[in-house]
């Protein structure tokens, strides 16, 4: 069975500073691999996606991944944070049953401060 | 095209009750997923659905949780005589494909407590 982990629940920065949420994930199989994003009382929103194209996947709001196939790894990074990128921030993995069964981690809390 | 539609956005209910939860996919949508996400923890997945169709419902347990997805209607996930660890919220997501690697949309949830 595929799994993730996210390495750090909660992690800080400052406004304008390198935002990096980190992503592992265990696949027997080439893996689809996604980061969704979940502001306070909402739903999960698709900021980029990894389907085997290009190992570096840029999505909204200025965040990208890049697919570490060696590292088994798939970071999401921003140059400059924002007050506005305060939320909590979930790696996902398709598993390879039907379906989009998707294995999510456990996600990482990002504060910006001021 | 209005997005994946849950209600009620919040739900009380005492032991012993029974909570239904509702879903509208994305129109167009013909796949519906369940979620459940406990309080500082990540979603699990409980169950895979198609129209009038159980496709995976490997993450459900096994006693009192059911869902459906009707031919006409929206899907449902129906919980008998709640417990206190039914407590979470519920997402529903759906997607117009079930080829690997295609997105999944989710709607804003269901928060389910139980008193």
């Known amino acids: 069975a595929q799994s993730v982990t996210q390495l750090g629940s909660h992690v800080s920065v400052s406004e304008g500073a390198l935002v990096l949420l980190r992503c592992n994930y265990s696949?027997?199989?080439?893996?689809?691999l996604f980061w969704y994003v979940q502001y306070p009382n909402q739903g999960l929103q698709l900021l980029l996606k990894?389907?085997?194209?290009?190992?570096l996947v840029k999505g909204i709001n200025g965040f990208e991944a890049e697919f570490k196939k060696s590292e088994t790894s798939f970071h999401l990074t921003k140059p400059s944070a924002h007050m506005s990128d305060a939320a909590e921030y979930f790696c996902?993995?398709?598993?390879?049953?039907?379906?989009?069964?998707?294995?999510f981690g456990p996600g990482t809390r990002l504060s910006v401060l001021p | 095209n209005a997005g994946v539609m849950q209600n009620p956005r919040h739900l009380v209910r005492r032991r012993g009750q029974e909570a239904r939860l509702r879903c509208s996919p994305m129109?167009?949508?013909?796949?519906v997923y369940w979620y459940r996400q406990l309080p500082e923890e990540g979603l699990k997945f409980m169950v895979y659905?198609?129209?009038?169709?159980?496709?995976?419902e490997s993450g459900m347990p096994k006693e009192r949780f059911s869902a459906e997805f009707p031919k006409e209607g929206p899907s449902i996930l129906r919980i008998q005589q709640v417990v206190r660890g039914d407590s979470a919220a519920y997402f529903c997501?759906?997607?117009?494909?079930?080829?690997?690697?295609?997105?999944?949309?989710f709607g804003q949830g269901t928060r389910l407590t139980v008193v």
């Open positions: 129109k167009g949508h013909s796949h």
């Open positions: 696949s027997s199989v080439p893996p689809y």
């Open positions: 996902a993995v398709s598993d390879t049953g039907r379906g989009q069964n998707f294995v």
């Open positions: 990894y389907t085997s194209a290009a190992t």
């Open positions: 997501a759906s997607s117009p494909s079930d080829r690997v690697g295609t997105e999944a949309f």
């Open positions: 659905l198609q129209k009038e169709n159980i496709i995976d």
